[in-house]
């Protein structure tokens, strides 16, 4: 690594920029906190509301119209650390650049998050002072472990009725296991919030209500009812940094002097060890608290050089490891982190540059698919808005127009690099649909829109059910699919019906069972003739079909027992109770007779159809549903409604064990009952319960629920 990453050309260095995320629960204000941000540092002149629709970072009309963030969106500002008498910061009087990612907070969307949270160097975990610590705060709490990134907490609504800044605070420690502790602390709460107390400098943070939306405040010293309050945070926060921070710890146990720098030093450091999360409280509608939080993000959270390298590996031997710290000097190496399809410019390929740089004109190389492709468009993005631009370096989050055979996670590399970056986890869809185009002409649109979605999507599937012929969309939950036709109508103009997909149901018989077939056809001329006899026995379950010929003396002769064989397979493919496919039977041929003219290969084909389906009728069928492998992990509060629901759905609870606080439910569950268990779930746990579901075995069909399945086929 050279001593200086840094390109002499680039505008910002490593050291001077900050890729970070927001995220946290749906609706604790994300959006309205990035709108904020975007306000006091310049980038936009007039704030935007969530409810008006009118923010930067909501920009598509289904995310405008529902309140809520759908996609996640990436924007660039700036911020310059106001000096103030009496208050220290870390990196006063420089400009900063600051690259933000507003996620979603709804489940549905959670891959969203993992997907931006794998190219960031640190986050603001945002939490409801009302709520607290919300199911999916914790959701993206361990997304953000899982890829190390450093966080600072936002204690967001101090300003609404029954805000809690010291409750949120002993959430986050409890049902997070973070070592949280306030840096910023609310001045008040409800319709008397005015600021915050800054627990390091000990100074009070007052916001002026006049017409400057909160961009006016003052510094004072910390009014008198509240010195208490502050000096015991600070002792508070002083005793926890000695307890993992070395530098600090041993200046304490010395008896030396502990000065502001060396304390907000000793937060950084350990902030970016990921031991320790500065919080701060404020409230972004009523625009109290956001710059100080700006502030706190710059000299807590990382840059791009503070923290450990990416590692990647090499393609051609999985075992060498490859460390990629940030160098512009180096060959380039970049991570394909989302696609998305613009009807400006069409497709756009957001990703991370991890070393080196990047120029319009390069030919880049993708090690998965071992091609090449030329960079012929690079965009700064501003949530909507393009910005056409020449080069982009180390650190940086930007766009390609128009790349070739990309997914989600694929690494891009200078032609002699080979490496690939490991891809952000996509869990796999819960819940499906079946899909109708209205007319011919939507159905050529229909599997384009289809196409487009799913490559810009990864946890959104498309299949063709082979046994109903079905289109089948399949997603993390209703509301995704949701999103998914009404995009699919506004963007690509296609009119479709929707539905539930139907079971994939099957036969199969209990007992062994003799069936005979006879085709007999003769009225003057050439006839058709054939005589097939066969025995079925019940075969283990999941074990499938096996056809033995046991045919002796020549009854059936040796050249038409091919045209048997594919005859009995054929009657597999059609029970007799609802017309679905037989499975798990071992098969006999056993006897048969034949005519010297009038037998051919048909005749015994259709003998054999005829066979098998009057041994299915001796043979006591059955019907047999598809049942599906359910893990539901909850906390222990919800366990015994969940435990109820599953029951409720036929389930059969297999076993359970606490992890964490958190009990892990295995059941098997017929899959005919497992649509809006998602929807369900959330209900009954308040949003708090996940669940997986794999395909297991076939199971018989309960006598009250046969009648009702087998009168919808006859429908």
């Known amino acids: 690594m050279s001593t200086n990453p840094n390109s002499p050309e680039r505008a910002y260095p490593l050291e001077k920029t900050r890729n970070i995320g927001i995220a946290a629960h749906i609706d604790a204000g994300k959006t309205t906190l990035t709108e904020r941000i975007l306000f006091y540092t310049g980038s936009i002149h007039r704030i935007g509301e969530v409810h008006e629709g009118t923010t930067v970072t909501d920009w598509m009309e289904q995310e405008r119209e529902r309140g809520i963030t759908i996609t996640s969106a990436a924007t660039t500002c700036f911020w310059k650390q106001i000096k103030q008498a009496g208050v220290v910061k870390?990196?006063?009087?420089?400009?900063?650049?600051?690259?933000?990612?507003?996620t979603p907070g709804h489940v549905d969307f959670t891959a969203e998050v993992e997907r931006s949270l794998r190219v960031l160097?640190?986050?603001?975990?945002?939490?409801?002072?009302?709520?607290?610590?919300?199911?999916?705060?914790?959701?993206?709490?361990?997304?953000?472990?899982?890829?190390?990134?450093?966080?600072?907490a936002f204690v967001n609504k101090m300003d609404r009725t029954g805000a809690d800044f010291a409750n949120a605070l002993n959430d986050m420690r409890t049902k997070l296991k973070a070592n949280a502790w306030p840096v910023l602390i609310p001045?008040?709460?409800?319709?008397?919030?005015?600021?915050?107390?800054?627990?390091?400098?000990?100074?009070a943070i007052i916001y002026l209500e006049d017409e400057s939306m909160g961009s006016k405040y003052v510094v004072e010293e910390l009014p008198a009812d509240k010195v208490d309050e502050v000096n015991e945070a600070y002792d508070a926060l002083i005793t926890a940094l000695c307890d993992i921070d070395d530098e600090l710890g041993t200046a304490f146990l010395e008896e030396k002097p502990i000065t502001i720098p060396m304390v907000k030093q000793a937060i950084r450091r350990q902030t970016i060890a990921n031991k320790f999360v500065p919080v701060v409280g404020g409230s972004a509608f009523k625009n109290k608290g956001v710059q100080y939080l700006v502030d706190a993000v710059i000299d807590y959270l990382p840059s791009p050089i503070d923290i450990p390298p990416q590692e990647g590996i090499n393609p051609d031997n999985l075992e060498e490891k490859i460390a990629t710290p940030p160098d512009d000097a180096a060959k380039f190496i970049g991570l394909a982190f989302k696609l998305w399809s613009d009807p400006f410019v069409g497709k756009l390929v957001f990703f991370r540059v991890y070393r080196g740089k990047l120029t319009r004109g390069d030919t880049i190389y993708n090690p998965r698919t071992r091609k090449t492709d030329r960079v012929s468009r690079l965009i700064q993005i501003q949530a909507d808005k393009r910005e056409d631009i020449e080069v982009c370096y180390s650190g940086d989050i930007a766009a390609i127009v128009g790349l070739r055979n990309i997914t989600t996670g694929d690494t891009h590399c200078d032609e002699d690099v080979e490496i690939m970056h490991e891809p952000p986890s996509i869990p796999d869809p819960v819940i499906s649909m079946s899909v109708e185009p209205k007319t011919k002409v939507d159905q050529e649109k229909m599997s384009v829109a289809l196409q487009r979605l799913a490559e810009e999507d990864p946890t959104f599937r498309?299949?063709?059910?082979?046994?109903?012929?079905?289109?089948?969309i399949a997603g993390m939950g209703e509301l995704h699919l949701e999103i998914i036709r009404d995009r699919m109508f506004r963007e690509f103009k296609v009119e479709a019906n929707s539905g539930k997909p139907q079971i994939a149901y099957r036969e199969t018989?209990?007992?062994?069972?003799?069936?005979?077939?006879?085709l007999i056809k003769q009225s003057g001329g050439r006839g058709q003739y054939g005589h097939?006899?066969?025995?079925?026995?019940?075969?283990?379950?999941?074990?499938?079909?096996?056809?033995?010929?046991k045919v002796v003396g020549g009854t059936i002769p040796k050249d038409y027992i091919p045209a048997v064989k594919k005859g009995i397979e054929e009657a597999f493919l059609n029970g007799t109770l609802g017309g679905y496919p037989v499975i798990d039977l071992e098969v006999d041929i056993v006897f048969g007779s034949y005519h010297d003219v009038d037998s051919n290969e048909l005749a015994?084909?259709?003998?054999?159809?005829?066979?098998?389906?009057?041994?299915?009728?001796?043979?006591?069928?059955?019907l047999l549903e598809p049942i599906m492998k359910v893990e539901n992990v909850t906390p222990e509060d919800y366990q015994g409604d969940i435990m109820g629901d599953l029951n409720r759905r036929r389930g059969i609870i297999k076993?359970?064990?606490?992890?964490?606080?958190?009990?892990?439910?295995n059941a098997d569950v017929p899959l005919a009952e497992m649509f809006g268990y998602s929807t369900a779930i959330r209900s009954l746990s308040k949003g708090r319960s996940s669940y997986t579901m794999e395909p297991s075995h076939f199971e018989q069909v309960p006598e009250n629920v046969k009648a009702a399945v087998l009168d919808q086929k006859g429908k």
């Not at 319709?191 to 100074?203: A, M, P, S, T, Y």
């Not at 097939?532 to 010929?549: C, L, M």
């Open 462 to 472: 498309v299949f063709t059910d082979e046994e109903t012929g079905q289109t089948i």
């Open 532 to 549: 097939v006899e066969v025995d079925i026995r019940p075969a283990e379950r999941g074990k499938g079909h096996t056809v033995e010929n």
């Open 509 to 518: 018989c209990t007992k062994p069972a003799h069936g005979v077939g006879k």
């Open 604 to 622: 015994f084909k259709m003998a054999a159809i005829f066979a098998m389906k009057d041994a299915y009728k001796n043979g006591n069928p059955i």
């Open 655 to 665: 076993g359970m064990e606490t992890k964490q606080g958190l009990c892990v439910i």
């Open 90 to 102: 870390l990196f006063e009087e420089q400009k900063m650049r600051v690259n933000i990612i507003d």
């Open 187 to 203: 001045l008040g709460k409800e319709d008397n919030l005015r600021g915050q107390l800054d627990v390091i400098n000990k100074k």
């Open 121 to 152: 160097d640190g986050a603001i975990a945002v939490f409801c002072a009302v709520a607290g610590v919300q199911p999916q705060s914790e959701t993206v709490w361990r997304q953000a472990t899982k890829y190390g990134v450093p966080r600072i």
